[in-house]
């Protein structure tokens, strides 16, 4: 039987496999790590023992002489590299990724060489054999908010925001909760480590790396390497995870420096020690939060002040104070971020930047609050919602919390529940439950599209995203069709090649959105001429988008994915053990592509909130400046014993103005987890925690001092 284009229509929103598993779980799906080249070459980096001070020299002479050994760049003879520009981000260079340009160490693990070799094993060796002299300085690791030398810094938002008159409000409050909330340095770690192979090609510098976005790392290495950018191809077909820290890295720019010296393909892979040096990740935070409110409970004052560190060479913020000014408004409203520079490696984006560990304090402020006022938790969210944005002042583009909270409760079976904290137990444990609010942006910015008729009736899509693991090829593979009206398995989709053209990175949440409008366009047009008649030619019909003018177009509104996270928590008082027995998740995420891969991005991120709330910290020595147990021994994250039964879902969040209805996913399940426990801890044992991770020893801890 024929199938008629309309009964081939609905692929999104309906489960689909990911079109590439199969060669993922059969290994035939290659890895930036994995491909082979002739004559492939690799490189093993040398990282600096101290946190401070010069190089005095480096002893290359043993390492050149052993076996197979083929190089050793260091500050003394490596190509030079331009660092006064602008990314394609928007963003100045990181100087970490200017690597052996001068003597300065401004951290431990700062790279001070890298060794080359026949293979990576004979590269190892000689790496370790290098002596490397120092002249070492004084060092200063130790974050605090009462460092000196901090200042008010933005990031990607205002540093500081404010109206009203705050001391007045707080003053003339019924209730005031004013408390300080900390969180720890944590770390990305995707299961695939950073990796990359660069080689010259005909004049052109080909690199096949593991990134979130290939267009930039491109435009990065054309830069710093001061070349025609288009004599700079990046491929990234397939990635093992990213989280925000798959960006411009040392190790890029050393391949391409060995390669060109060599003139043979370099592989350099970063060890999960390396990794905690080179790869970013989240910096500790200390945030202070006060809010003031009447007796029924609507907010008069609401101020949010967060402290971030960054390193000596770069500034990067973790916004934390951010989700206060998008969840709650009050007649006086302030929030600052403030950062100071330390001799640490630099800090980067990592899931939910800002909001993960900012929402943490908020909500559970918000929960403190609640206790004091005597109202539910989820009653004082919904008394204080806001008509437009607090800080921007713009009308919201839709705001469904309430409807996630009124799913949520109702699945979760929130109505039961004994407010009374400390009164429920089974055996020796005592039970709690909690709940916070979520909310990520959701933006888009402007990306390139190509979808191509072929003469064989099927149709290739080309955009230059990026699947960093999260189904983005397969959801890109349903837009598409729905938008050709074809059926799936007549769609092709091509991604992570430079050659593609721009598009937005995998970050900020906005890949999928931004991909899929800009695919929209292109097959909407493509379809179009189709219909005029006239049979495809052997070399196809193709047409080209930009989305440039029509995100310019949308109406500037308050954009958001929302999100209402509950948790149920069994504590041992006897052992100070938290056991996290269920989770749930209702979000309002726009319109769903792939229910089936959506759901795990939920999932894991909420699992990622759990091992937030309970296990990950990095904790720096500040005799060396560097960490106690640097790998996933001494870096505790969440295993399978540590996850209960996690259930995420969705209410319809439509956006009638919105051309593309998508929103990110990937970010909003970790935001508000973490507080949902340490909410469901609070009601478990009638003591707050305020500081991540809730460990045993400070249960205990907590529990006696209360």
């Known amino acids: 039987m024929t199938t008629t284009p309309t009964e081939r229509r609905g692929a999104v929103g309906t489960a689909h496999t990911r079109v590439e598993g199969r060669d993922k779980v059969t290994g035939a799906a290659r890895y930036a790590g994995e491909i082979p080249f002739a004559g492939l070459v690799h490189g093993w980096l040398a990282l600096s023992t101290v946190a401070r001070g010069r190089i005095r020299a480096i002893e290359t002479?043993?390492?050149?002489?052993?076996?197979?050994?083929?190089?050793?760049?260091?500050?003394?003879?490596?190509?030079?590299?331009?660092?006064?520009?602008?990314?394609?981000?928007?963003?100045?260079?990181?100087?970490?990724?200017?690597?052996?340009?001068?003597?300065?160490?401004?951290?431990?693990?700062?790279?001070v060489a890298l060794v080359v070799a026949e293979t990576s094993e004979q590269a190892r060796e000689a790496?370790?054999?290098?002596?490397?002299?120092?002249?070492?300085?004084?060092?200063?690791?130790?974050?605090?908010?009462?460092?000196?030398?901090?200042?008010?810094?933005?990031?990607?938002?205002?540093?500081?925001?404010?109206?009203?008159?705050?001391?007045?409000?707080?003053?003339?409050?019924?209730?005031?909760?004013?408390?300080?909330?900390?969180?720890?340095?944590?770390?990305h770690h995707p299961m695939e480590p950073h990796a990359v192979t660069a080689r010259w090609d005909g004049g052109r510098l080909d690199v096949v790396d593991a990134n979130q976005g290939t267009m930039w790392v491109a435009g990065e290495l054309a830069s710093l390497f001061s070349l025609d950018p288009a004599s700079v191809r990046v491929r990234s077909e397939h990635v093992g995870g990213g989280f925000g820290g798959k960006g411009v890295r040392a190790h890029q720019v050393a391949a391409v420096m060995a390669a060109t010296v060599l003139q043979r393909p370099v592989r350099v892979v970063m060890t999960r020690r390396q990794m905690f040096s080179l790869a970013g990740y989240r910096s500790p935070t200390t945030q202070?939060?006060?809010?003031?409110?009447?007796?029924?409970?609507r907010l008069r004052a609401l101020e949010h002040r967060s402290h971030s560190l960054t390193s000596t060479v770069h500034e990067f913020v973790e916004p934390a104070a951010g989700p206060a000014r998008v969840m709650y408004d009050a007649d006086a409203h302030h929030t600052v971020n403030r950062v100071v520079r330390l001799d640490v490696p630099t800090p980067t984006f990592m899931r939910a930047p800002g909001e993960a560990p900012g929402s943490f304090a908020l909500e559970s402020a918000l929960d403190?609050?609640?206790?004091?006022?005597?109202?539910?938790?989820?009653?004082?969210?919904?008394?204080?919602?806001?008509?437009?944005?607090?800080?921007?002042?713009?009308?919201?583009?839709?705001?469904?919390?309430?409807?996630?909270?009124?799913?949520?409760?109702?699945?979760?079976?929130?109505?039961?529940?004994?407010?009374?904290?400390?009164?429920?137990?089974?055996?020796?444990?005592l039970l709690g439950t909690g709940t916070a609010a979520a909310s990520f942006g959701a933006g888009a910015m402007p990306s390139t599209a190509a979808v191509t008729a072929e003469a064989d009736g099927t149709y290739t899509v080309r955009v230059n995203a990026a699947d960093i693991g999260t189904g983005a090829r397969t959801a890109l593979t349903l837009v598409a069709a729905d938008a050709l009206e074809v059926a799936v398995d007549r769609i092709r989709v091509r991604l992570g090649d430079s050659d593609l053209?721009?598009?937005?990175i995998a970050g900020g949440s906005m890949g999928t959105r931004?991909?899929?409008?800009?695919?929209?366009?292109?097959?909407?047009?493509?379809?179009?001429?189709?219909?005029?008649?006239?049979?495809?030619?052997?070399?196809?019909?193709?047409?080209?988008?930009?989305?440039?003018?029509?995100?310019?177009?949308?109406?500037?509104?308050?954009?958001?994915?929302?999100?209402?996270?509950?948790?149920?928590?069994?504590?041992?008082?006897?052992?100070?053990?938290?056991?996290?027995?269920?989770?749930l998740g209702i979000f309002a995420a726009g319109r769903i592509v792939n229910p089936l891969t959506a759901r795990s991005q939920f999932i894991?991120?909420?699992?990622?909130?759990?091992?937030?709330?309970?296990?990950?910290?990095?904790?720096?020595?500040?005799?060396?400046?560097?960490?106690?147990?640097?790998?996933?021994?001494?870096?505790?994250?969440?295993?399978?014993?540590?996850?209960?039964?996690?259930?995420?879902?969705?209410?319809?969040?439509?956006?009638?103005?919105?051309?593309?209805?998508?929103?990110?996913?990937?970010?909003?399940g970790i935001v508000g987890a973490a507080a949902a426990v340490a909410n469901a801890v609070w009601h478990a044992t009638g003591v707050r925690h305020r500081r991540l991770p809730i460990r045993p020893d400070r249960v205990l801890t907590a529990a006696r001092d209360a």
């Open 61 to 111: 002479a043993d390492a050149l002489a052993r076996p197979g050994v083929l190089a050793v760049l260091t500050h003394e003879n490596a190509p030079r590299v331009e660092t006064d520009y602008t990314s394609l981000m928007g963003m100045t260079p990181d100087p970490t990724t200017a690597v052996f340009q001068h003597d300065r160490i401004p951290h431990l693990g700062w790279p």
């Open 127 to 187: 790496a370790e054999a290098l002596v490397v002299h120092y002249d070492q300085e004084p060092h200063d690791v130790t974050f605090t908010a009462e460092h000196p030398d901090a200042y008010d810094a933005g990031g990607f938002g205002p540093a500081v925001t404010g109206k009203g008159d705050l001391e007045a409000e707080l003053a003339a409050s019924a209730v005031v909760v004013d408390a300080e909330y900390t969180t720890p340095e944590e770390h």
């Open 288 to 297: 202070r939060v006060r809010l003031g409110a009447d007796a029924d409970g």
């Open 368 to 429: 403190e609050l609640a206790e004091k006022l005597g109202i539910d938790p989820i009653e004082l969210r919904a008394r204080n919602e806001p008509e437009r944005g607090p800080v921007s002042g713009l009308p919201f583009a839709g705001r469904n919390l309430r409807a996630c909270f009124r799913e949520g409760a109702r699945r979760f079976g929130w109505a039961d529940r004994d407010p009374r904290p400390g009164v429920r137990r089974d055996g020796r444990w």
């Open 501 to 504: 053209g721009p598009a937005m």
């Open 514 to 583: 931004s991909w899929s409008w800009a695919v929209t366009l292109a097959a909407g047009e493509l379809r179009e001429r189709l219909a005029l008649g006239g049979g495809v030619p052997p070399e196809g019909i193709t047409v080209r988008s930009d989305t440039t003018a029509a995100i310019g177009a949308l109406a500037q509104k308050e954009r958001h994915s929302y999100g209402a996270q509950f948790a149920e928590v069994a504590v041992d008082p006897a052992t100070g053990e938290v056991r996290v027995r269920r989770m």
């Open 604 to 668: 894991g991120g909420m699992t990622w909130g759990l091992s937030m709330a309970l296990h990950e910290e990095a904790v720096r020595d500040r005799a060396s400046g560097g960490h106690y147990g640097a790998d996933l021994a001494g870096y505790h994250v969440a295993a399978h014993a540590d996850v209960p039964a996690v259930e995420a879902d969705w209410v319809d969040d439509h956006d009638p103005e919105d051309p593309v209805g998508i929103k990110g996913i990937g970010e909003i």
